[in-house]
């Protein structure tokens, strides 16, 4: 079965900590994407990476960076000097060609001041 | 400006009572989707269209009802509103297969059925 697991609920740091948002898939399919969003407390989601399943490369943009791993199915999320605008829930979800959109149930982020 | 937009933003209705949300999008995108959010299970998918006319159901689909007969517009439609309808609801779009797959939200629909 498709599946999308973010097993963090909540996740509390302290500002300028460096924060890991975990998420694992399960999948039948070859090809496939897997993307973040983050959702602040305005509510509106926002999306901030794609990758597709032939693409391994690790990503860095500014202070986020991705870790995709086939082997063990995890396309983790780094967060490097978190600040208090980076306190939002963080969505992980998955496609593939059925066009079935699968989300992890969310990891809330607080970055306290 | 690229977006996609949802009306009404908030909704407090009775149970049995008919009503649409409506959804639009002006990318010119192929693919739209109903999701709805709820405390602890994230966002799961109600309905999907790849194109006009082409919709297929996604994980939660009972209750709800939707349709395609134009690219831009996806309505959402719940014949007879129950409590456990109460729920954030969220439209989206994408390019789908012409595209990556990458999807842009309307700003969401507060609905409390009562």
């Known amino acids: 079965a498709q599946k999308v697991t973010q097993a963090q609920t909540e996740i509390s740091v302290v500002e300028k900590e460096d924060v890991t948002l975990d998420c694992v898939y399960e999948?039948?399919?070859?090809?496939?994407?897997l993307f973040w969003y983050k959702q602040p407390p305005s509510g509106e989601l926002v999306f901030l990476i794609r990758?597709?399943?032939?693409?391994?490369q690790n990503e860095i943009s500014g202070r986020y960076s991705w870790n995709f791993q086939k082997s063990t199915s995890s396309f983790n999320f780094t967060i490097t000097a978190s600040q208090v605008v980076d306190s939002a829930v963080y969505f992980c979800?998955?496609?593939?060609?059925?066009?079935?959109?699968?989300f992890g149930t969310g990891t809330r982020l607080k970055v306290l001041a | 400006e690229a977006q996609v937009t949802q009306n009404p933003r908030y909704l407090i209705t009775v149970t049995g009572k008919k009503l649409t949300v409506t959804c639009s999008q002006n990318?010119?995108?192929?693919?739209m989707s109903w999701y709805r959010q709820d405390p602890g299970l994230g966002l799961r998918q109600i309905y999907y269209?790849?194109?006009?006319?082409?919709?297929d159901k996604g994980d939660v689909p009972e209750g709800y009802k939707v349709s395609r007969k134009e690219k831009r517009n996806f309505p959402l439609i719940l014949e007879s509103p129950s409590p456990n309808q109460t729920s954030l609801y969220f439209c989206?779009?994408?390019?789908?297969?012409?595209?990556?797959?990458?999807?842009?939200f309307g700003p969401g629909t507060r609905l409390t059925v009562t």
């Open positions: 989206a779009s994408s390019l789908g297969s012409r595209g990556s797959y990458e999807q842009y």
């Open positions: 999948t039948r399919d070859t090809t496939y994407y």
């Open positions: 990758r597709n399943s032939f693409d391994e």
């Open positions: 979800a998955h496609v593939t060609g059925t066009y079935k959109y699968i």
């Open positions: 990318m010119n995108h192929e693919y």
């Open positions: 269209s790849m194109n006009v006319e082409v919709t």
